[in-house]
């Protein structure tokens, strides 16, 4: 791809990465993504914010080949995804400075070897003329690592927001085409990447109140050019009170649990409340993730394997635990052969929640009269718990 032309003298670099599917070895991307830079050329400076991830770094390149002179590379993140090509960009224009805050300098000096000499740090609220066009860096740290900051071109009111508003999309429109395939990458992003933040992300959003953005172009997916809508959709991922819903992961092995999945997940439509269902054994977990950012309740089902929870159910304890979702309930159901310590094994895994333990049900083989009665009454217990908060 091409540098592309967003405004007079600003262009969109970088690289469109199609066929990726994994990120961190753990991140579904079902629709790949992009590493977004970004080059400002004032009347006097010119700086290049962020970079590429290392393996598209020819791409950037020779997007950069016509341009004469860099004086500036901006760094709002030392993830090796937007910082990873700094070096090589800095063998082609040695006299160019990386701002940064000060931070990311230290990370980008530990993690990705950049030269110390550099260097130029930034406060938050700093700003920095181009001649006629003027960045103005804001400290926005743990969106989503303890570095991060966005940029703001005043003249232009764009916000250079790296991972904050961004989505793992890849596509041939620069700008947003589709708002609802957009908002469901974007709250995946959020699930993954930022949740376990999001009061301080609170925080974050406050501070980007004054600014006029116009533009938002983050360095990951598309370029929001009505961006009031990704701020609202923010606003409501990160607010605290949860929704009428019970996220539902689970694994059965011969059917027992399934059984008691099916019935319970009944139990609870015909009180009103919503469910969402994720099969370990075959479900995306950046689904489970999304289902996490609005559920009022998690119900952990899972067959008992040696003694314990299923592998793949301690897999989702461990990811919820590690995601820090707003949810207030949590229970257990389960079957087992001849025993073990489920319940005390995940309930050991979790805690980061901050939640009210209901009681599980669990039972052995196949669930009888009397375990899916438990089932109705936990069913029963959520219902009231939601209604009680004022949930819907
Ligand atoms: Fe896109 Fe946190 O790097």
Known sequence: MRKRQIKERIHWLGAVDWDRRLFDSLIPLPD??????????????????????????????????????????????????????????????????????????????????????????????????????????????????????????????????????????????????????????????????????RNVIEKNIEKLKPLHIQMIAPSHGQIQDQPAWIMEAYKDWIQSTPKNLVVLPYVSMHGSTKHMVDHFTSALVDRGVRVELYNLAVSDIGKLAMSLVDAATIVVGTSTVLAGPHPLAAYAAFLANALRPKAKFLSIIGSYGWGGKTVETLAGMIPNLKVEVLDPVLCKGLPSESDLRSLDNLAEAISRKHKENGLS
């Open 32 to 197: 790949g993504t992009t590493y977004n830079a970004y080059l400002v050329e004032g009347s006097e400076k010119t700086a290049l914010l962020d970079t590429v991830d290392p393996p598209m770094v020819d791409m950037l390149m020779a997007q950069l080949e016509d341009v004469p002179k860099l004086d500036f590379i901006v760094s709002h993140h030392a993830e090796q995804d937007h910082s990873g090509s700094i070096v090589p960009v800095l063998k082609k224009f040695p006299e160019a400075k990386v701002v940064s805050t000060p931070k990311a300098r230290d990370m980008l000096i530990d993690l990705l070897r950049v030269p110390e000499s550099a260097f130029v740090t930034v406060k938050d609220g700093e700003t920095l003329s181009l001649g006629d066009k003027t960045l103005k860096f804001i400290h926005t740290p743990w969106v989503h690592w303890p570095e991060t900051m966005v940029t703001y071109l005043e003249e232009d009111r764009i916000l250079f927001s790296c991972d904050f508003f961004g989505s793992h999309i890849a596509a041939a429109d620069l700008f947003v085409t589709d708002k609802g395939r957009v908002h469901e990458a974007a709250k995946r992003y959020f699930a993954e990447i930022m949740m376990p933040f």
